[in-house]
């Protein structure tokens, strides 16, 4: 059996398969969410990774032996799962089957608790781990069965219903679905909708033969910025390979930080809202300068939450947040029980540009006024040594440590922390110009040291 610990990750578990785990201790994690948890019935989804059907299979099996009943929801974005715990009251718990945008080698399972309540080490997962180790049984005399199941109508219907969608302009997008799910999910949930859709890497396929199904990476949509500029779009969409995360393309071939978008859709949204003053809105701890003066000037309250979507979830139903945006592209809503939607946001985007007008005029005054380093990666030697050093550094600022450390003086600010998925620190610095950014960048860099990589 190959069962390597590690990939119980913060919010989910992914591993290279049949390397770091296989069927067998699939099996023992089926097992392990039966007796742990406790379903009575468990949704399963899956994307369209070359392992994802036998890994189904496994999980379908181990919880049938359990006495629970399976609902198998098909191959599926991430989102049809968090659906499926909230708006389908027989589903005690949902899996979905995915490594989402890591490479084609890897696959891994998302663990939602009823109610889109996301599983993650400090709220679940460690247990599930410690049970699926020790190999418990359980001997049920009654077995479960599997159900095939479709929800995409109830979740089309439940989409357009949140985004109130009276009616679009004949807009023009390009979308990027990087061979991942969601093209397929697309599809299923708004293919009629009134718009000249262009398609990229549309069919789903394992290998991602184009490019990794990551649109945090700006080099992986350098395609659908060409593409928006050569068909004179109105828009470009990119989807991550679970379809969870979603990033845009202004009509000009302009990427948007998901820094940026999270500023508009917040600004959007508080517009909105009934009475914005009484809202409350959770925001991403690396960024959040454009946010947080978008939420005071709806009189708003700002909460910064740590990163990570299972944590962003808790904050925001600590506060009701009204939604919420983290910069990787996980854009929340409250109305969909706290969970990430990119079709919901796929239509509230195109609901901003019909009301509003082209994105890089909306979007313009965020490059100007709240200029960003974007991600920066390194490997270093000593992870708490680095923080220590940085904190002395700058010792006469605002310091934070909700999440890794955060460091704020009036004309910039900076967040380093250590990544809750991958060995390494992330630093990211915004400023009120450009040159005060690259000044600070490379202050940081040679203080940090190591080495540094790509995401």
């Not at 009616?167 to 718009?195: C, E, H, R, W, Y």
């Not at 508009?264 to 009484?278: I, R, V, Y």
């Not at 309250?301 to 983290?326: D, Q, Y």
């Not at 006469?396 to 909700?402: C, D, F, Q, R, V």
């Given at each position: 059996?190959?069962?390597?610990?590690?990939?119980?990750k913060?919010?989910?578990?992914?591993?290279?398969?049949?390397?770091?785990?296989?069927?067998?201790?699939?099996?023992?994690?089926?097992?392990?969410?039966?007796?742990?948890?406790?379903?009575?019935?468990?949704?399963?989804?899956?994307?369209?990774?070359?392992?994802?059907?036998?890994?189904?299979?496994?999980?379908?099996?181990?919880?049938?032996?359990a006495?629970?009943?399976?609902?198998?929801?098909?191959?599926?974005g991430?989102?049809?799962?968090?659906?499926?715990?909230?708006?389908?009251?027989?589903?005690d718990?949902?899996?979905?089957?995915?490594?989402s945008?890591?490479?084609?080698?890897?696959?891994?399972?998302?663990?939602?608790?009823?109610?889109?309540?996301?599983l993650?080490?400090?709220?679940?997962?460690?247990?599930?781990r410690?049970?699926?180790l020790?190999?418990e049984?359980?001997?049920?005399?009654?077995?479960?069965?599997?159900?095939?199941?479709?929800?995409?109508?109830?979740?089309?219907?439940h989409?357009?219903?949140?985004?109130?969608?009276?009616?679009?302009?004949?807009?023009?997008?390009?979308?990027?679905?990087?061979?991942?799910?969601?093209?397929?999910?697309?599809?299923q949930?708004?293919?009629?909708?009134?718009?000249?859709v262009?398609?990229l890497?549309?069919?789903?396929?394992?290998?991602?033969?184009?490019?990794?199904?990551?649109?945090?990476?700006?080099?992986?949509?350098?395609?659908?910025?060409?593409?928006?500029?050569?068909?004179?779009?109105?828009?470009?969409?990119?989807?991550?390979?679970?379809?969870?995360?979603?990033?845009?393309?202004?009509?000009?071939?302009?990427?948007?930080?998901?820094?940026?978008?999270?500023?508009?859709?917040?600004?959007?949204?508080l517009?909105?809202?009934?009475?914005?003053?009484?809202?409350?809105?959770?925001?991403?701890?690396?960024?959040y300068?454009?946010?947080?003066?978008t939420?005071?000037?709806?009189g708003?309250?700002?909460?910064?939450?740590?990163?990570?979507?299972?944590?962003?979830?808790?904050?925001?139903?600590?506060?009701?947040?009204?939604?919420?945006?983290?910069?990787?592209?996980?854009?929340?809503?409250r109305?969909?029980?706290?969970?990430e939607?990119?079709?919901?946001?796929?239509?509230?985007?195109?609901?901003?540009?019909?009301?509003?007008?082209?994105?890089?005029?909306?979007?313009?005054?965020?490059?100007?006024?709240?200029?960003?380093?974007?991600?920066?990666?390194?490997?270093?030697?000593?992870?708490?040594?680095?923080?220590?050093?940085?904190?002395?550094?700058?010792?006469?600022?605002?310091?934070?440590?909700?999440?890794?450390?955060?460091?704020?003086?009036?004309e910039?600010?900076a967040?380093?922390?250590?990544?809750?998925?991958?060995?390494?620190l992330?630093?990211?610095?915004?400023?009120?110009?450009?040159?005060?950014?690259?000044?600070?960048?490379?202050?940081?860099?040679?203080?940090?040291?190591?080495?540094?990589?790509?995401?």
């Amino acid at each position: 059996m190959l069962a390597n610990p590690k990939i119980f990750k913060a919010y989910d578990i992914r591993g290279e398969w049949n390397k770091d785990w296989d069927n067998e201790f699939v099996s023992r994690i089926g097992l392990a969410c039966a007796l742990y948890l406790k379903p009575k019935t468990v949704a399963i989804g899956r994307d369209m990774r070359h392992s994802s059907e036998e890994i189904f299979k496994e999980l379908a099996q181990a919880f049938n032996e359990a006495g629970v009943d399976v609902l198998d929801l098909g191959w599926c974005g991430t989102e049809l799962t968090y659906f499926a715990s909230s708006f389908v009251p027989e589903v005690d718990l949902a899996l979905m089957i995915t490594a989402s945008h890591n490479p084609s080698q890897d696959n891994g399972i998302k663990v939602t608790l009823k109610n889109s309540i996301s599983l993650g080490l400090d709220s679940g997962l460690a247990q599930v781990r410690e049970v699926a180790l020790a190999g418990e049984k359980i001997n049920s005399a009654v077995k479960g069965k599997i159900i095939p199941v479709s929800l995409w109508p109830k979740y089309h219907e439940h989409v357009l219903k949140l985004a109130k969608l009276n009616s679009l302009p004949p807009l023009k997008v390009v979308i990027d679905a990087g061979n991942g799910i969601g093209g397929f999910m697309f599809d299923q949930v708004l293919k009629d909708l009134p718009i000249e859709v262009i398609k990229l890497f549309w069919n789903p396929d394992g290998n991602f033969p184009n490019h990794i199904a990551d649109p945090l990476q700006e080099k992986n949509v350098e395609e659908l910025k060409k593409k928006v500029v050569e068909e004179k779009a109105d828009l470009g969409i990119a989807y991550d390979g679970d379809g969870d995360r979603i990033f845009f393309i202004d009509e000009n071939g302009r990427y948007i930080p998901g820094y940026y978008t999270a500023a508009l859709l917040t600004d959007f949204m508080l517009q909105s809202s009934s009475a914005p003053h009484q809202e409350s809105i959770a925001h991403d701890p690396r960024y959040y300068w454009a946010t947080k003066d978008t939420i005071i000037k709806h009189g708003a309250a700002s909460v910064p939450s740590k990163v990570g979507h299972t944590l962003i979830k808790a904050k925001m139903r600590e506060c009701n947040s009204l939604f919420s945006a983290e910069c990787s592209g996980h854009i929340f809503y409250r109305e969909n029980n706290f969970a990430e939607s990119s079709m919901l946001t796929t239509l509230l985007v195109l609901k901003l540009l019909s009301e509003k007008g082209a994105l890089s005029k909306q979007a313009d005054y965020l490059f100007e006024q709240y200029p960003i380093s974007g991600e920066i990666n390194f490997v270093v030697e000593n992870v708490l040594d680095t923080l220590q050093k940085i904190e002395q550094k700058y010792a006469n600022g605002e310091i934070s440590k909700l999440d890794g450390l955060g460091i704020d003086f009036p004309e910039w600010r900076a967040s380093v922390r250590s990544s809750n998925t991958q060995p390494l620190l992330r630093l990211n610095v915004e400023a009120r110009e450009k040159k005060i950014v690259e000044e600070k960048v490379a202050e940081l860099k040679e203080l940090i040291g190591g080495k540094e990589v790509e995401h």
